[in-house]
């Protein structure tokens, strides 16, 4: 059975770091795009990142300019999202997903979501 979870939402004050997991079982997540998204209620789904299969490359959202960094365990069967210099402006539910990532296919998953809350 297919799922990804995440963890390590929670509040943190504006300028401090978080990081995100996504646990994934039922498939490799090398041989899969994987992705990070976030979504605030009344508004578009963002993505925040991504990694190709092919070549392990990343990509960001350009509102991320360098704050974020994505990553993966391969040998864990898990990917992160390290985020720093976080700012109200990101809060969200921050979802994981295997959907696709430059032309490479995901699995066609998303977790249940973890909500990130930036305030003082």
């Known amino acids: 059975q297919v799922q990804l979870v995440e963890s390590g939402g929670g509040l943190v004050q504006p300028g401090g770091s978080l990081r995100l997991s996504c646990s994934a079982s039922?498939?490799?997540?090398?041989?899969?795009?994987l992705n990070w998204f976030r979504q605030v209620p009344g508004k578009e789904r963002e993505e925040v990142s991504c990694i190709s299969s092919s070549d392990g490359r990343t990509y960001y959202g350009d509102f991320v300019k360098g704050r974020f960094t994505m990553f993966r365990d391969s040998a864990k069967n898990m990917f992160y999202l390290q985020m720093n210099s976080l700012q109200p402006e990101d809060t969200a539910v921050y979802y994981c997903?295997?959907?696709?990532?430059?032309?490479?296919?995901?699995?066609?998953?998303r977790g249940q979501g973890t909500q990130v809350t930036v305030s003082s």
């Open positions: 997903a295997s959907e696709s990532c430059n032309t490479d296919p995901g699995i066609g998953y």
């Open positions: 039922g498939f490799t997540l090398d041989y899969y795009a």
